[in-house]
């Protein structure tokens, strides 16, 4: 019984273990998403009020 206990425990750990490097590699992913894209979203305002300046 003892042996099953510890290789479900095991088992339970990796599992757990998985999960949450799967969580943190999506939320870094997604925050560099977000990043790329509110630069992106920064440059362009640049871009439109140094337009909006030159008329």
């Known amino acids: ?3 099953n206990y510890k290789y479900s425990m ?3 750990l990796i599992i757990t273990l998985t ?3 799967e969580a943190s ?3 870094s992913y997604l925050s560099c998403v977000y990043k790329f894209h ?3 979203g920064l ?3 640049k871009w439109i009020t ?3 300046l030159i008329y």
């Open 1 to 3: 019984i003892n042996e």
């Open 43 to 45: 440059i362009y305002r």
């Open 10 to 12: 095991y088992g339970l």
């Open 25 to 27: 590699f999506i939320s």
């Open 38 to 40: 509110y630069k992106k």
């Open 19 to 21: 999960k949450i490097v």
């Open 50 to 52: 140094s337009l909006l």
